[in-house]
C-alpha cells in the first residue's frame, strides 16, 4: 500500500505560480511512475503529467506543457508540480496518483492504483 498526500494548493493571480508537493507513505514511491491530474467542478479528471519511477523521463499534457514541470526524489520519497505561469482556467483539484503498470506514462486515471486526497488550486484573474 502507498499513502500519497498532496500539499501546496492555495489562491494564486493569474501569472502567478505554485509549487505542489505529493508525500508518499507506506511502500516506497520509487517502484511506481507518478502522475498528476486535476478535476475541475462538472468536468473529467485530466491528465497533466507523468514522471517514470526514476525521474528520467516526463510527459505532459499539451494544455500545461511548458508550463508545469513535474519531477522526483525518491529519497524523500515526494513528487513536486511547478505551476507557472497560471490562467484562471488552472483552477481546480489537482491530485497526484500512482502506478506500476507496464508502460509508466500511462494517461489514463483508471490505471493509477493509488491516488491522494487532492489539493485546491484557484487561479483568480
Known amino acids: 500500500q502507498v499513502q500519497l498526500v498532496e500539499s501546496g494548493g492555495g489562491l494564486v493571480q493569474a501569472g502567478g505560480s505554485l509549487n505542489l508537493s505529493c508525500t508518499a507513505s507506506?511502500?516506497?514511491?520509487?517502484?511506481?511512475?507518478v502522475g498528476w491530474f486535476r478535476q475541475a467542478p462538472g468536468k473529467a479528471r485530466e491528465f497533466l503529467t507523468v514522471v517514470n519511477w526514476s525521474g528520467g523521463s516526463t510527459e505532459y499534457a499539451d494544455s500545461v506543457k511548458g508550463r508545469f514541470t513535474i519531477s522526483r526524489d525518491n529519497a524523500k520519497n515526494t513528487v513536486n508540480l511547478q505551476l507557472n505561469s497560471l490562467k484562471p482556467e488552472d483552477t481546480a483539484v489537482y491530485y497526484c496518483?500512482?502506478?506500476?503498470?507496464?508502460?509508466?506514462?500511462?494517461?489514463?486515471?483508471?490505471?493509477?492504483?493509488?491516488w491522494g486526497q487532492g489539493t485546491q488550486v484557484t487561479v483568480s484573474s
Open positions: 496518483a500512482a502506478h506500476s503498470s507496464g508502460y509508466w506514462n500511462n494517461r489514463d486515471p483508471l490505471r493509477y492504483d493509488y
Open positions: 507506506g511502500r516506497t514511491v520509487s517502484r511506481y511512475a
